[in-house]
């Protein structure tokens, strides 16, 4: 609290790095690259998964848990999925420890107790899920299936970043089994328009909705769809991702079902995630040099009051005329808090606020009771008013839906003026240092091409928009015939 | 679904692990002792979620994330704790698979991605918590800290049971720092009242609360409270347990802060915890021989509506009538489902239905059209009547709250006729075999007598209760003099 937070314009990586730890989102812990989620980190993620859960209800599916760990063997069996996750799994291979003769008081693996087969902490559940399916399905009648399950996954990245790359994260996985390939090709694409639903109009994140190209795609899948938004920065960042996984799944674990015609065959898969990395999302899109911004939706606190006063009898007035408007409040559904902490003064609780990005603070003082007036500060354009307390419920409930319009309004104008289209390599490259953003760029569709792309500017293709105009065009790398452009920027 | 449950009386061991597997609640993975919580019985794992955090909430307490990995060095630190679950721990030596070189396309560990480190996976989080709270502790200001966190964890359990003792689990754990002892000591017995009043006013389980004996109580705990239940076979099950655990981890962790007078002194702690234990207990509270018993207030279904007809022209005027009897449940807040899958004979549905518990049957068929009835039966009595369906809805309202309060009311019975005084270890021994439940004897207070009974009876101290009389006796084994009756049980 005490020192500012590091400007964005400096350091971009730092004032993220500062402002999740300052904000108290979350901070690193004694486990290489696992975070701490912090209370108040916490409660936003809380706030999304409810929303998130009640949208897939709504679509038909409900929740389950399948087993943390998955044995070596079911790992291996879809070699894509597996190839794309064994460079980065931990291990079980022990199940007890005892105490270290050597060592008085401390503890070693016991190597009497090694796992006959090891087991893998999952990073995704595609082999644990499918293996147990093969066992649900038997009949067209038991189609679709179309299940979810909160749960913690770990994939051992060597660079980590709190929230955006951690090695054990959060996160949802949706996992459904279907009779026809078109019906899984649409549960992709619904709930890929589900994810983005979600981050416009509850984040207040503009997405770009997209499918992946084949070097980007989820290991495992035939076609990944996902959500792409911008960072304030001018990097992309991929918020969730969608996956038509075909039969592989099915045809790795022999998964058939009878056809209502009598024929036996293999059944098609979907798999879907976001995770804690829609916190990084979340925090890139909205916040400023002040510290978080929040989106009304996510706010665990929306409305802060602050007495400004001297002495326990100003204290007591203030909270007079304070008490009967902070209940008003809660009794239309507004989170609000009243922050009368007699340990800080008020520009310390205003600083705190701030960079905790509650979306508005109303100060009362000894003049605002006088005059039966309250002062309002709205945290997305740091702008103050005063408005009648007899006002004061409409103003606010008005106010919080004009912050969330607001942000959404302001993130999007950032995202279009950062979308521009290249037809020159030189100029991709150069406004790829200078203004960032996406890049639309026609590409002749060869991975080749793609990979030298990337290995010479870092940009990777983020995708290509669902809703692509097709267009004639040359390759901006090779020359080559191109009928469309697609979306290039650097990426978290 | 074809075959009959197992009675109750002829194997009740079978008959619930029958019933778990066939009323979509839960069943074994590929995993060791690890299970997959089928939707079904997620959904009411899901109810008692949102009520025990609702109450966590209410009582002052907020979510958080911790770690699932605890690296071994800290994992030591609290040396009873360690000793405590050492024996049953999952641990990660490696981080990295490789494509083994002898069996083409199978995996291996690669033996170069070893950790310095080995990481023990949570089967608890007081080490991993107290590591963080050093940092967020300085002085009294920071007190008390009040978190909760949902979260899986695997003890590694050599004889497993579907929900009563899996190799991992879901539960809940608060960890709570205080700057008194006696504030500790307080939010520990308010914790264990909380679980008792969840358990009995929502759940319809009767509990003891009560403290646990010294060889009882949870590795590096002070003090153990708990809520004991007891089931239909006349087991003891430990639903819920509270620790008061002292300065134990403040000072395995070196935690101590600054007192108001300007002292140093170690922070109290207390954790506490319920799991997917509970669902054990609620299936061998309530159920019986034809299947799974829920107390509406957990019931992912309170009411199902079965059309009995011929033909399509028979079911389209009885889902004429029905559609609005079910909108107008739903709209009174009850949750409702119309089962007119036309795969299924309506006997079937009803046996789907009873096994799985749901409160409310409500069959309607073309004779209660003309008569303007429904045909109403309940679960807990198995009974039926038929009732006007102009009242319907104020009908199955009461109906609701009936079934909940009678589930509760019969399992008080039972509980309250299975609590036996004995003063003699000739009666104490006959009676564990012939009635079981819960006997209430005198105990000397040693370790060493508790450990004997233990040994030669099976039956284990289940707690002292937290009202109990004093009241001067002789130990029902050493007969040596005791100063209260403590409640001895075979237990889960």
Redesign the interface.
């Known amino acids: 609290m005490a020192k500012k937070l590091t400007k964005r314009s400096e350091d971009y990586s730092k004032w993220y790095n500062e402002l999740v730890v300052k904000a108290d989102l979350a ?1 690193n ?3 290489r690259g ?6 108040y980190g ?2 936003i993620w ?1 706030k999304m998964q409810a929303e998130l859960d009640r949208m897939f209800k709504e679509t038909g599916h ?11 063997s ?3 069996a879809e ?1 894509k999925n ?1 190839e794309g996750f ?14 270290d003769p050597d060592r008085e ?3 070693m ?1 016991d190597p009497n107790a090694k796992l006959e087969e ?4 999952r990073p995704t559940s595609e082999a ?1 899920i499918w ?2 399916y093969k066992n649900w399905i038997q009949s067209y ?1 038991d189609l679709p299936i179309l ?1 979810n399950q909160w ?2 996954v ?1 994939r ?1 990245e060597m660079r980590t970043r709190l929230f955006l790359r951690t090695a ?1 994260f ?1 996160w949802q996985e949706g996992h459904t089994a279907h009779a026809t390939q078109s019906e899984a090709m649409e549960e992709a694409l619904r709930m890929n328009g589900v994810y983005a639903d979600f981050a416009e109009n509850f984040m207040a994140i503009p997405v770009i909705q997209g499918v992946k190209s084949a070097n980007e795609r989820f290991a495992g899948a035939e076609e990944t769809f996902c959500i792409e938004a911008l960072m304030q920065d001018g990097k992309a960042l991929q918020a969730g991702t969608s996956h038509f996984l075909g039969q592989n799944f099915a045809k790795a674990f022999d998964v058939k079902f009878a056809t209502k015609e009598g024929g036996l065959e293999y059944v098609w898969a979907t798999s879907w995630g976001v995770s804690t990395r829609l916190m990084g999302a979340l925090i890139m899109t909205h916040s400023d040099d002040n510290g978080l911004v929040l989106p009304p939706n996510l706010a665990p606190v929306q409305v802060v009051f602050i007495p400004i006063y001297r002495g326990e009898e100003e204290l007591k007035s203030i909270t007079k005329v304070v008490g009967p408007m902070v209940e008003a409040l809660k009794n239309s559904g507004v989170r609000v808090q009243f922050d009368d902490r007699d ?1 800080y003064k008020p520009g310390y609780k205003f600083n705190e606020h701030e960079l905790k990005g509650v979306p508005i603070r109303i100060a009362v003082g000894p003049k605002d009771i006088e005059k039966g007036t309250v002062e309002l500060a709205r945290r997305d354009l740091l702008t103050k008013e005063y408005i009648p307390q007899s006002e004061l419920v409409s103003t606010v409930k008005a106010l919080l839906e004009e912050i969330q319009t607001n942000l959404m309004k302001r993130a999007q104008e950032f995202r279009d003026a950062h979308i521009t289209k290249v037809d020159a390599y030189d100029e991709f490259k150069e406004l790829l240092e200078s203004k960032g953003g996406f890049l639309s760029a026609h590409w002749d569709g060869t991975p080749e091409t793609e990979e030298r792309i990337k290995k010479e500017t870092k940009a990777t293709i983020r995708c290509i928009p669902l809703d692509n105009q097709q267009e004639l065009g040359s390759c901006i790398y090779s020359g080559k015939p191109s009928t469309q452009r697609v979306l290039f920027a650097k990426a978290y």
Do not use: D, Q
Request: proline share 5%; with cysteine; charged share 20%.
């Open positions: 901070e812990s004694a486990v696992c975070m701490v989620i912090k209370p916490f409660s809380e409900s929740n389950a848990y399948f087993p943390l760990f998955v044995p070596k079911l790992f291996e070699e597996a064994a460079k980065e799994c931990a291990i079980v291979t022990h199940y007890r420890l005892k105490n008081g401390k503890l693996v090891e087991l893998v902490v644990i293996n147990t009648r299940l749960a913690n770990v051992w054990e959060l340990t």
